[in-house]
């Protein structure tokens, strides 16, 4: 069974950093694609960043580039977003989330996997 587990979410005041942490579990994620997905209050989820497991090649929204990074730790079976340069748009309840295929795909549904949320609160 695949569980994907957040942490690492908090209060940060803007222009501050956060990292958050998905531990992945219940299988081999080697021909997986990794990614990062936030909801707001009253929208829709929506793609933030995404990798291959396997591979190098990185994906962002526009609203993140430059400010967000995602990586990995082999080892530890881990996934990382780290965040910075925050504003208040980024506030949000941050999913990790895992799916068999390409990470080129910013559509929700076409995820398999997700993870249970943590919350990120921008102060301005």
């Known amino acids: 069974q695949v569980q994907l587990v957040e942490s690492g979410g908090g209060l940060v005041q803007a222009g501050g950093s956060l990292r958050l942490s998905c531990a992945a579990s219940?299988?081999?994620?080697?021909?997986?694609?990794m990614g990062w997905f936030r909801q707001a209050p009253g929208k829709e989820r929506e793609f933030v960043a995404a990798m291959a497991w396997s591979a190098g090649s990185t994906y962002y929204a526009d609203s993140v580039k430059g400010r967000f990074t995602i990586s990995r730790d082999n080892a530890k079976n881990t996934v990382y977003l780290q965040m910075a340069s925050l504003n208040a748009e980024d506030t949000a309840v941050y999913y990790c989330a895992a799916r068999a295929g390409s990470p080129r795909v910013v559509v929700a549904l076409s995820w398999d996997y997700w993870g249970q949320g943590t919350q990120v609160t921008v102060s301005s």
């Open positions: 219940g299988r081999t994620f080697s021909n997986f694609a």
